[in-house]
């Protein structure tokens, strides 16, 4: 998931197992884990986040039926709209 951050959200990079963005030596990403969800055959792990513009933002992995992660802003959904959404393919 971290390699894929890093990918994915801009600006940021990793040293050892902390999110720090570019050219920063003691802060990161306040990234924390929120919760899991089980839908259908799909099991889902949510982590939450400000991006480094405090954005709202978070990461949602997927085994199982539908596997996949995903990142972007939260655009004010909630958690649970955020994973019946990407679930049953009604937003990115």
């Not at 003691?26 to 954005?55: A, E, P, V």
């Not at 978070?58 to 959404?85: R, S």
């Amino acid at each position: 998931m971290l390699d894929y951050l890093q990918w994915e959200a801009p600006g940021i990079e990793l040293r050892g197992d902390a999110i720090l963005e570019k050219d920063e030596e003691t802060s990161g990403l306040d990234l924390h884990f929120h919760r899991t969800f089980d839908l259908d055959d799909t099991q889902y792990w949510m982590w939450l986040f400000d991006d480094l513009n405090g954005i709202p933002s978070f990461c949602l992995i997927a085994v199982g039926g539908k596997p996949g992660m995903h990142y972007d802003e939260t655009f004010g959904l909630t958690p649970e709209q955020i994973v019946i959404g990407t679930h049953f393919n009604l937003i990115d």
